[in-house]
T-cell receptor, first 118, second 111 residues
């Protein structure tokens, strides 16, 4: 079945560092990718919707300059947490889904990235 | 904005008892998906429902999509310890195509 690869799986870094997370669709073209954030024992909160070749759509309350999203190809979207601080520590997870005629296909999740900022 | 609520938030059951979690959306959905997440893991896709009133079964799991496509339920018959985890629904907005996750139901099964 469809596979989404997310890398890295875990990051531990110092405050002020920028961290890039990659999300790749390995065997299908992902016109749309979603980025979620999950705090311990909470649900997944949608941060932004990333469409190939266009600007990402951010959810209310998510800082665009803090969480930079690039979806330059049909198989790769990246999330960069800029100048990360301890409050940015969280579990970040991407998913890939189709749109239009493929909008009823299941979304496929990456394994997630656990980010810890010291 | 769109909200998806799930009840109950927590459920502890004895092994062998049944379990049901309910999912309610504030807006009409194009489809709904159900996921299971174990601690430390990522959500694992269980099933997708698309049609109004649809019912699907997977062994001991029964999934239902409401007639108005705004609510759904997951029922587990005769729970086992392997059913432990958090169950999330994720509804896709008809208008925006975004998936919004429900608040989740954490299931504990006591042996």
């Amino acid at each position: 079945g469809a596979v989404v690869s997310q890398h890295p799986s875990r990051v531990i870094c110092k405050s002020g560092t920028s961290v890039k997370i990659e999300c790749r669709s390995l065997d299908f073209q992902a016109t749309t990718m979603f980025w979620y954030r999950q705090f311990p024992k909470q649900s997944l909160m949608l941060m932004a919707t990333s469409n190939e070749g266009s600007k990402a759509t951010y959810e209310q309350g998510v800082e665009k300059d803090k969480f930079l999203i690039n979806h330059a190809s049909l198989t790769l979207s990246t999330l960069t947490v800029t100048s990360a601080h301890p409050e940015d520590s969280s579990f970040y997870i991407c998913s890939a889904a189709g749109t239009g005629a493929f909008s009823n296909q299941p979304q496929h999740f990456g394994d997630g990235t656990r980010l810890s900022i010291l | 904005g769109q909200q998806v609520m799930q009840i109950p938030q927590y459920q502890h059951v004895q092994e062998g008892e049944d379990f049901t979690t309910y999912c309610n959306s504030s807006t009409t959905l194009s489809n709904i998906q159900w996921y299971k997440q174990r601690p430390g893991g990522h959500p694992v896709f269980l099933i997708q429902l698309v049609k109004s009133g649809e019912v699907k079964k997977q062994k001991r799991l029964t999934f239902q999509f409401g007639e108005a496509k705004k609510n759904s339920s997951l029922h587990i018959t005769a729970t086992q310890t392997t059913d432990v985890g958090t169950y999330f629904c994720a509804g896709r907005s008809q208008r925006t195509y975004k998936y919004i996750f429900g608040t989740g139901t954490r299931l504990k099964v006591l042996a």
